[in-house]
């Protein structure tokens, strides 16, 4: 079956410390990857996302992303975390040969918390 | 540009009632998707719309359905409600039919609570 990972339910940062929220994934064939940000009582807000290229991807607010095709991991980093970074983050994954039936499959969000 | 708008924010419902929410994607996006999100269970996809058809479902029962006008806006149908239907109801536009790679903008979700 196909899903993706989040493992941590909650990462803690201490603000201007680098942050990681992990993101692993299993779908056949190639994948789309994205991130999203929720603020509380918000929507998601897209981050960024991987069609192909660069296996590094940088997106809004200064984060980025590290695909690894290897590990089957889609990585969102950030070198220097603010406490307005908190917020709940999700990975999503949609099978490259999905053509026009696009389904993204979420994972079940991390929580960070980015302390003064 | 605008965002997407979603209305109304709140409602409150009582069990067996039904409800209509409301979406206006961004200007010139022609898809619509419609998700379910709790606490536990994450985003829950409910179904896409793409030039006022259905393009894909999710699993949920048919209580649940939705619909696309010529303009791109949708609405989506909750009838005869249950407790387990509360939750944020996120609508997310993309410019075009649904492909894999296309992105997904958000609204601010209505928050839905049956009582």
């Keep these: ?116 | 540009k605008a965002g997407v708008t979603q209305t109304p924010r709140y409602l409150i419902k009582t069990r067996g009632q039904q409800v209509t929410l409301s979406c206006s994607p961004i200007s010139g996006h022609r898809s619509v998707s419609w998700y379910q999100q709790t606490p536990g269970q994450g985003l829950q996809f409910l179904f896409e719309y793409f030039s006022e058809t259905q393009r894909n479902k999710g699993n949920f029962p048919g209580r649940f359905s939705g619909r696309q006008f010529s303009n791109s806006r949708s609405e989506m149908n909750v009838s005869t409600l249950e407790l387990g239907d509360s939750a944020l109801y996120l609508c997310a536009s993309s410019r075009t039919s649904g492909g894999a790679e296309d992105t997904q903008y958000f609204g601010p979700g209505t928050r839905l609570t049956v009582l």
């Design chain 1, 1 to 116: 079956a196909q899903s993706v990972a989040q493992p941590e339910d909650q990462v803690n940062v201490a603000e201007g410390n680098p942050l990681t929220v992990k993101c692993t994934y299993s779908v056949s064939g190639n994948p789309y990857l994205f991130w999203y940000v929720q603020y509380p009582n918000r929507g998601l807000q897209f981050l960024l996302k991987y069609i192909t290229g660069d296996n590094l991807v940088k997106g809004s607010y200064g984060f980025e992303a590290e695909f690894n095709k290897s590990q089957t991991s889609f990585h969102l980093k950030k070198p220097s975390a603010l406490v307005s970074d908190s917020a709940l983050y999700f990975c999503a994954v949609s099978p490259a040969n999905a053509g026009n039936n696009r389904k993204l499959i979420w994972g079940l969000g991390t929580s960070l918390a980015v302390n003064p």
